[in-house]
């Protein structure tokens, strides 16, 4: 196991501790194999930076590194009772051959004095690149504050991207087109435009991973997109992974059970956590809106995007996240982690304890529970309400189809041009039988009858979404009964659900 030797200046060391908070690094000089580079040091993470075990940000001074690397996070794991949950998660990432950042343990001393054991996590930038196969002159960019969404534009709770690099060209014109269709691209090209900017056999599988791990904490990651201008695609590479649900809290009682029925759609609007954080965030921050990824909400929608998820995550419950591959890897990570607990003061013995036996029955549970969710999962879409065409623009509306076999209480649905807006237009009371549809002119004026929607469609492309509001006691932010996108129409053209409103591919008519 690699060493970390970090020497500075008692001073400088009481000045980062006087302000943990603080970004503002002190000189350090670094051993690790026999090897010497001198740099900067400071405190890293967020809410972490307040905990007795402190993790570490260090960038070596230029021209200088260590073993190939010139940027290092030395990760304490400090919440993480076991410190086995996050190493685990990226092995598995390795396993399904997805771009992740590597991680390996490691011993950390700060001036002789032993910190414990640390994860070394794989700074993504430049080096990144190269070790990893991309372009020297490929763009990164860092999803901002509490942000890893997509939409276009950030909310005022929200920070906007970091362009990481090239860090002196300021330009965002490929991220900027991007967001455009994924927010305002219609169903119909999207599969053939996300094959085309996208790694998609990364980011479908990147999905599955989250799954696994019941990552749906992906707002506050911090993850990275990143671009190659030669091809214009784009690489999804996820952070944080301590995020996920799967973390053994060493806050919590340690005999608590880790939960294994968080949504397999994690991070999507039909992710019923994103329910909990808009209920517990708006309180205290009422400009707050559900927050949910566009992009892996959307791969949901479309048929064959979907039918790949699922192979892939059939193929990662066979294979590295079978029980005995799994668990055979819990057992070694926990040989090298089990005698490093003994020597680290910070551990709580409690939760070292019984880490393994947590995880161990977190894979078998979420397995479980994963395999019994894959007949819902194939279902995805096909209830009886759909949209079946929407038109923008002065004369545009929106038609609602029944395509089931028995009637629907048009009163128990709302309608929305916003799909993250909590307040909804309610549907007038009525029947729609089956095979029977109800347009809704969408005026931009309610007063002018019941059928008038308060709002109009923008002929630049956008989202309509459909949600069920019967029997709730509070707005419901989660699941739609059916959404659509639509990209730029010309005047009078139709977006139109194919099979007379059975199928769920769309395509633009003239009427």
């Not at 994690?266 to 205290?284: I, N």
């Amino acid at each position: 196991m690699p060493t970390f030797a970090l020497d500075v200046a008692p001073e400088d060391l009481a000045k980062l501790e006087a302000d943990p908070s603080s970004d503002d690094s002190v000189p350090c000089v670094v051993t690790l194999g026999g090897a010497r580079a001198t740099g900067q040091l400071r405190f890293r993470g967020a809410s972490t930076r307040e905990l007795p075990q402190k993790s570490y940000k260090i960038e070596l001074d230029s021209g200088q590194s260590l073993e190939d690397r010139d940027h290092f996070h030395l990760l304490a794991s400090w919440s993480d009772g076991g410190k086995l949950t996050e190493k685990f998660a990226v092995d598995l990432y390795t396993a399904m051959k997805l771009p992740v950042p590597g991680a390996r343990y490691a011993r950390v001393r700060v001036n002789g004095e032993h910190q414990g054991l640390y994860l070394d996590m794989e700074h993504v930038g430049k080096d990144w690149l190269r070790h990893h196969g991309h372009a020297r002159d490929a763009a990164i960019y860092r999803c901002g504050h509490r942000n890893c969404e997509l939409t276009l534009k950030p909310g005022p709770h929200q920070g906007d991207f970091d362009k990481r690099l090239p860090n002196d060209a300021a330009g965002r014109e490929a991220l900027d087109a991007l967001l455009a269709w994924v927010n305002q691209g219609d169903d119909a090209t999207f599969d053939a435009m996300l094959e085309r900017h996208v790694d998609v056999e990364a980011y479908l599988g990147n999905l599955v991973a989250d799954a696994l791990i019941s990552n749906s904490l992906i707002e506050d990651s911090g993850s990275f997109w990143i671009h190659e201008p030669q091809t214009d695609r784009w690489t999804y590479v996820p952070w944080d992974l301590n995020n996920a649900r799967m973390l053994y809290w060493r806050t919590a009682n340690p005999e608590k059970p880790l939960p294994v029925d968080a949504s397999p759609q994690p991070f999507t609007l039909y992710d019923a956590a994103v329910q909990g954080v808009f209920d517990q965030r708006v309180r205290t921050r009422p400009e707050q809106r559900p927050t949910w990824s566009v992009l892996a909400t959307r791969v949901w929608e479309r048929p064959a995007l979907r039918a790949r998820v699922l192979e892939k995550l059939d193929a990662a419950l066979e294979g590295p996240f079978s029980e005995a591959r799994a668990l055979a890897h819990i057992d070694a990570l926990w040989k090298v982690v089990e005698p490093e607990l003994r020597q680290d003061a910070s551990v709580s013995e409690a939760h070292a304890h019984r880490a393994r036996d947590v995880l161990r029955d977190y894979v078998r549970g979420r397995r479980a529970w994963l395999l019994d969710a894959r007949d819902a999962l194939r279902e995805h879409g096909s209830g009886p309400l759909v949209i079946r065409a929407v038109a923008p623009g002065a004369t545009g509306f929106v038609e609602l189809y029944n395509r089931g076999d028995v009637p629907l209480r048009l009163e128990d649905y709302e309608v929305t041009v916003d799909l993250r807006a909590p307040v909804r237009h309610r549907v007038p009371a009525g029947g729609l039988e089956p095979g029977a549809a109800v347009r809704l002119e969408a005026s931009g004026d309610a007063a002018r009858g019941p059928l008038h929607l308060p709002f109009s469609l923008p002929s630049e492309g956008g989202e309509v979404g459909v949600f069920n509001a019967a029997g709730g006691s509070r707005p419901r932010v989660y699941g739609p009964t059916d959404a659509v996108w639509y990209g730029p129409l010309p005047a009078g053209t139709v977006y139109e659900r194919q099979g007379g409103g059975t199928g769920e591919d769309f395509a633009p008519r003239r009427p």
